[in-house]
């Protein structure tokens, strides 16, 4: 029997799950390894905040590429009570609890099919090593017995932002100091009427500031990053101008060519949405193309303005935090944090505001790190993180902006070679595709890795038989 494990039971995981349950040839099992208690949820959709939208019209948020509507229609079927007031319609925004739940639907249906071609076995665990100096792999879990496996997919999703650097560090083992925005405790034992800083003006700001305002925080909430930029609004356009019959790999050409399509757009009316959009389908083969100093060059200077105006909020959520900043409850700042200084249970938040030379302050009494997902793995705490790098079995990318690893998602390891046994799917990728963080790209990218995994096993050659394990099965995970 040939054994594939995945280590994370979030979207990417669960995903790669269901594929390589329909393609692998039978007697194939699939061990799903998840540290949480519940599998199919993941960072994203494990909120239990209705008032935590999807950012991607429902329409567009299948799990599966052949079947764009298949979110929509299982929204469709839900009674209108378990809805949250939301219609379920191709352009509106659901909660992301409800995708928390289709994907645990879709599991659930797997594990009932009668006869599936593979066998699909769920382990709670925290996977904390895996040695690949015999054959087969042998993942080693925080309990239990280890896993023997012929293949292993990481799908380990986004860890926690990284601290700000600063002079004097020792304020982050303060309690007024909340490193991870998705921890329980972020926003828990907080004054409503107390000042707080958000370090980050994104996606994940956004959430956190809604979570604050659903919890009748009434006190100020301070919102600081580099350039103050906020996420724009989705709004439904017009088709873009059909101006850019191609894409330049140079930077400086593709910017250029961009502006150009968006002036376009305005004097026809238009919006500068589309041309955004229009680009997705080619975003990863751009990126692929491009040389690694206009990479890093782009990662430098524009990423900002490119995450801003591609993740976009959600109409009803861009309405609560306009009207936020509105009653000045909301205030977005731009500068640089130079330190933290808590006196009397406060902290002063030393700042240097974007332009200006001289410093200034504000006061808070508890400081969220809502930078978002930590990326660089050399700065990741996280025990198999650290692990598989000190053994050599990963190595960061150049940009770090994740693992590195090849076309077909394979790990890089230390040495620069190319494992047979050890992939990676989801954010962790990024350095290679760069546009994998939302559905529409990862539940791709599961596919096609399914694909490649199933004909592995489908080679004797490169897969041998793996020794008897007795993982815990859940039966009742989800
Ligand atoms: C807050 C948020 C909102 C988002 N909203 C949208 C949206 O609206 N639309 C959209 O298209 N995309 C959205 N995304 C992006 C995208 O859908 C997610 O990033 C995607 O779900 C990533 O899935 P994943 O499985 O790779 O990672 P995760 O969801 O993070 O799952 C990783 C899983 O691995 C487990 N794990 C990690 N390490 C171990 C270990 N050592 N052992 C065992 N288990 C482990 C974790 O517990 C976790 O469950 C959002 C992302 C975030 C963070």
């Known amino acids: 029997m040939t054994t594939i494990a995945i280590v994370g ?269 229009a680009m997705r389908p080619f975003t990863q083969d751009v990126w692929q193309a491009m040389s690694l100093p206009d990479r890093a060059r782009f990662l430098r200077h524009l990423r900002p303005w490119w995450e801003v105006h591609r993740h976009r909020m959600p109409g009803p959520v861009a309405d609560r935090i306009e009207q936020a900043r509105e009653r000045r409850q909301l205030r977005i700042r731009a500068g640089h944090i130079r330190g933290f200084r808590v006196e009397d249970g406060m902290i002063d938040v030393i700042y240097r505001p974007r332009g200006v030379e001289l410093t200034a302050t504000l006061l808070v009494a508890r400081v969220i790190n809502c930078a978002g997902p930590g990326a660089d793995y050399d700065r990741i705490a996280d025990p198999l993180v650290r692990r598989l790098l000190h053994e050599g079995t990963a190595r960061p990318d150049a940009l770090r902006l994740g693992l590195d690893v090849t076309g077909t998602c394979a790990l890089r390891l230390g040495t620069g070679a190319i494992s047979r046994r050890i992939f990676a799917v989801g954010p962790v990728t990024k350095a290679a595709f760069w546009e994998m963080t939302a559905v529409p790209d990862i539940r791709r990218q599961c596919e096609l890795l399914a694909q490649h995994l199933a004909a592995l096993v489908r080679t004797p050659a490169s897969i041998t038989a793996p020794a008897a394990t007795r993982p815990s099965v859940l039966t009742d995970a989800i």
């Not at 960072?43 to 429902?58: F, I, K, S």
């Not at 229609?73 to 191709?90: F, M």
């Not at 600063?166 to 909340?178: E, K």
């Not at 996420?231 to 400086?252: E, I, N």
Request: charged residues 20%; glycine residues 8%.
């Open 9 to 277: 039971a979030g979207f990417s995981g669960t995903l790669v799950a269901l594929h390589l349950l329909r393609q692998c040839p039978p007697g194939t099992r699939i061990v799903l390894i998840e540290r949480n208690h519940q599998f199919g949820l993941g960072q994203a959709y494990a909120t239990g905040n209705p008032n935590h939208l999807l950012n991607v019209p429902a329409g567009r948020m299948s799990a599966f590429h052949q079947r764009p509507d298949d979110f929509l229609r299982w929204l469709k079927t839900l009674p209108k009570n378990e809805l949250d007031g939301v219609a379920p319609t191709a352009d509106s925004f659901a909660p992301r609890r409800l995708f928390g739940a289709y994907m645990r639907h879709l599991l659930r249906m797997e594990m009932q099919r009668p006869a599936p071609l593979a066998r699909l076995v769920l382990v709670q665990g925290d996977v904390v090593g895996i040695d690949r100096g015999m054959h087969p792999l042998t993942l080693h879990l925080d309990h239990g017995p280890p896993i023997r496996a012929e293949l292993a997919v990481l799908a380990v999703g986004n860890f926690p932002p990284a601290p700000v650097p600063i002079a004097d560090p020792s304020f982050y083992d303060s309690p007024l100091y909340r490193p991870d925005p998705w921890a329980r405790d972020a926003f828990t034992g907080l004054d409503p009427a107390a000042p707080v800083l958000l370090v980050g003006t994104g996606l994940t700001m956004v959430d956190a500031a809604v979570s604050l305002l659903d919890q009748g925080h009434l006190g100020p909430i301070y919102a600081l990053s580099r350039r103050g930029l906020l996420p724009r609004r989705h709004v439904s356009g017009t088709p873009p101008p059909d101006t850019a019959p191609s894409y330049p790999t140079d930077l400086t050409a593709l910017v250029r060519c961009l502006r150009r399509e968006v002036a376009v757009a305005a004097e026809t009316g238009g919006d500068w949405r589309p041309v955004i959009d």
